[in-house]
């Protein structure tokens, strides 16, 4: 799925740049943290409701698109 609506901002007068869900002061790592202690996707949306599940999903979609790019250039 690739998607042409930003969901992740950076700016730096929120939380001093660290990029953020677009529309939240939720920072993007804040999900990577979640997901690397084992918590499910669910858990970290019911603590931050102001983050849209297809926000988060298309988070991780992105981050999947440079890993992958990443490891295999072409």
Known sequence: MTTTTPVI??????????PVFL??????KTLLDYLEAGDRLDEFLDHFPSVRREQAIAALELAKDMLVGYANPA
């Open 9 to 18: 901002h950076s700016d730096p007068d929120i939380l001093g740049g660290t």
């Open 23 to 28: 529309g939240t002061r939720v920072p993007v």
